[in-house]
């Protein structure tokens, strides 16, 4: 079993949609976890951390289900700008960052 | 600069060749980590530095990899006896995280491309 598993999609949406994508881990001693935005090309870049009670950033919202070992991110009110490759990330030991395939989001006008 | 910097941009190479990818971290970061990433995958970890020592090299795939960071800023990745298979992006990222915690952003460079024709 992979550490980090991740749908690839890709999620086709119209803007304005709102989609979640889901990202399970397999180390339950797992201590960090976030999401990275990749844009076609382009480096991987920090969205946002995940923190156990649940965290938001404007149109986005991430949670952590320890029990269930899985991350979401909710993005709402899609934007055509939001169009990239979403990347789950665990550090399950140390301070080695383990990203997932990613998630591939698609917002259509 | 004040990004992570990456050199070569590009590097194509014969099979059986010797490649070397340098990384240039943001200055003060002393955590440094190596990813290669092929198309349509994730960043696959290959090694993570903390200061001058290699901290965690589980990810590099074999003996051909070797990776260094003498003096605890520039790194250098290493590939002996390259293979097809080992064609990819190779990624360099940076960190001000210390033993203390992290902040969780890595701060990546653009990017070495390899292609092993």
């Known amino acids: 079993r992979k550490e980090v598993e991740q749908d690839p999609g890709p999620f086709n949406v119209p803007e304005g949609a709102t989609v979640a994508f889901n990202c399970t881990y397999s180390?339950?001693?797992?201590?960090?976890f976030f999401w990275y935005r990749q844009d076609c090309r382009k480096e991987p870049k920090l969205l946002m951390s995940?923190?156990?009670s649940g965290n938001e950033d404007g149109r986005f919202t991430a949670q952590l289900n320890r029990a269930s070992q899985y991350i979401s991110l909710l993005i709402r009110d899609s934007k055509l700008s939001d169009s990239a490759t979403y990347l789950c990330?665990?550090?399950?030991?140390?301070?080695?960052?383990?990203f997932g395939k990613g998630t591939r989001l698609l917002v259509k006008p | 600069g004040a990004g992570v910097s990456q050199t070569p941009s590009n590097k194509v190479t014969e099979k059986g060749k010797y490649v070397e990818l340098r990384c240039d971290p943001i200055?003060?970061?002393?955590?440094l980590y190596w990813y290669r990433q092929s198309l349509g995958q994730g960043p696959e970890f290959l090694i993570y530095?903390?200061?001058?020592?290699?901290?965690?090299d589980s990810g590099l795939p074999n003996d051909r990899f070797f990776a260094v960071r003498p003096e605890g800023s520039v790194s250098t990745l290493k590939i002996q006896r390259t293979e097809r298979g080992d064609s990819a992006v190779y990624l360099c990222?940076?960190?001000?995280?210390?033993?203390?915690?992290?902040?969780?952003?890595?701060?990546f460079g653009e990017g070495s491309r390899l292609t092993v024709l």
């Open positions: 995940v923190y156990s």
């Open positions: 990330v665990v550090i399950p030991q140390g301070f080695s960052f383990i």
């Open positions: 530095f903390q200061g001058t020592g290699a901290a965690d």
């Open positions: 200055s003060g970061h002393t955590a």
């Open positions: 990222a940076s960190s001000p995280l210390g033993l203390a915690g992290n902040t969780g952003e890595l701060f």
């Open positions: 180390n339950s001693a797992s201590q960090s």
